[in-house]
């Protein structure tokens, strides 16, 4: 059982609110921290709604349901009864308590027009993503959002991984299932079950449009695109699926957390940047299955590498961001002219810390071109320029500029 960064929040908001909801794709591990980890910090009642006995009672009479427990209460797959929340705003209404209910949902129900009618901005919201490599290290606390925000952060020469190494972070990604798989063969068999499971379970339910058996070929296609600008068009031309269609399918993709964008950072003092937002997955584990790389293709295919690459150091941020003391924003920055940061951190005040990816052991000046462009155009805003990359020891590049071993990310 992994230790998961969220669970000091999740209790506070439990003691301070009446609904808290932890939203993430299935199997990232939100019913294990119920039931291992939550439930050994305080006493709660389990209910999960893939049990077709517990949603016909919730369906049938919602309000006697919900009122037969008399301390918390853990409602699972929550998306299964969007209409529980008209009753559940009810019960909250007249009971006044903190702590009364913690609902999971393997879909995002903030995209379900029921919600917005209901408890929409009243409940704390969390999303539980697969496990950051602290998580799966099982390292103390350590958020590297927090630090590069601080002012005289110290960065240090942290462990030298080999290519081997790096490959076996990329292919096995954070779902847990995916971390105990012992072969390449038996990873590749979970995440094949794993999607048909969310096609019949959580798409179709949120969803009656047909062809559902295109999807796992749309997220192949989306899947050789990370790290790109989204376009819907020509990813419906290639699968030969109309861009309304197509449109509705990326935003079920998004809804069940396999997929998410990261929009172009802008300033008004310059109308020459790309606003359109990048395409990435949730996880490098499932990345390289739908891509069917292996360790040797990582290390061969740079190209191919480096796109992994970006979309872990892309989720690894995500997740930090969700235990991070520090509010920020992720973007990412491209001028019209090409010049481009893989990703941008907007902190508190308007803060700019921009993010390089590279997918090698070594750094030169020629990576400092989309930083510095950043740097001049966020002005007096920009707070740090760092490139992560594949070496164990910092670099100091340029003023405000520094080279960052990846593992930064997760070593002190």
């Not at 794993?194 to 959580?202: G, H, S, V």
């Amino acid at each position: 059982m992994y230790k998961r960064y969220i669970l000091k929040d999740i209790i506070e908001s439990l003691e301070n609110q009446p609904v808290v909801l932890i939203n993430g794709a299935r199997q990232v591990g939100k019913s294990t921290f119920i039931q291992e980890s939550l439930s050994k910090k305080i006493g709660l009642d389990y209910v999960t709604l893939d049990d077709d006995q517990d949603l016909l009672s919730l369906q049938g009479d919602p309000v006697s349901f919900l009122k037969q427990y008399n301390r918390l209460v853990a409602i699972d797959e929550i998306q299964r009864a969007p209409d529980i929340f008209i009753p559940l705003k009810k019960i909250v209404d007249e009971q006044k308590k903190y702590g009364q209910f913690l609902l999971t949902g393997s879909a995002n129900v903030l995209m379900l027009p029921k919600l917005s009618e209901s408890l929409a901005g009243g409940m704390m919201i969390y999303t539980m993503w697969p496990l950051s490599q602290s998580e799966i290290r099982d390292l103390p606390s350590h958020n590297f959002i927090n630090k590069i925000f601080q002012k005289d952060a110290i960065f240090k020469n942290t462990e030298e991984l080999s290519d081997d190494e790096w490959s076996e972070i990329l292919i096995k990604g954070g779902y847990p299932a995916s971390l105990r798989s012992k072969t390449h063969k038996q990873r590749n068999i979970w995440f094949k079950s794993y999607l048909a499971t969310i096609l019949q379970r959580d798409i179709k339910t949120l969803s009656d449009i047909e062809g559902l058996r295109e999807i796992p070929n749309i997220l192949s296609i989306l899947a050789t695109r990370v790290g790109n600008f989204i376009n819907l068009s020509d990813v419906g031309r290639v699968s030969r699926i109309k861009t309304t269609t197509m449109q509705r399918y990326f935003a079920l993709l998004k809804m069940v957390f396999l997929i998410l964008d990261v929009p172009g950072w802008y300033t008004n003092r310059e109308k020459r940047l790309v606003k359109s937002p990048k395409v990435f997955l949730n996880d490098t584990g499932l990345l390289c299955h739908l891509l069917g790389l292996d360790r040797d293709a990582l290390k061969s295919n740079k190209t191919l590498g480096g796109h992994v690459f970006e979309n872990f150091i892309c989720m690894e941020l995500v997740k930090q961001m969700g235990w991070s003391d520090v509010n920020a924003e992720l973007h990412h920055f491209r001028t019209h002219t090409g010049q481009e940061v893989d990703f941008v951190l907007e902190g508190p005040e308007g803060k700019i810390v921009g993010i390089e990816v590279k997918y090698k052991k070594s750094c030169n000046l020629s990576d400092l071109s989309g930083l510095k462009k950043l740097k001049e155009l966020s002005g007096e805003k920009f707070y740090k320029g760092i490139i992560l990359y594949q070496g164990n020891k910092p670099i100091f590049m340029d003023k405000d500029i520094v080279a960052l071993p990846a593992a930064s990310l997760w070593e002190k």
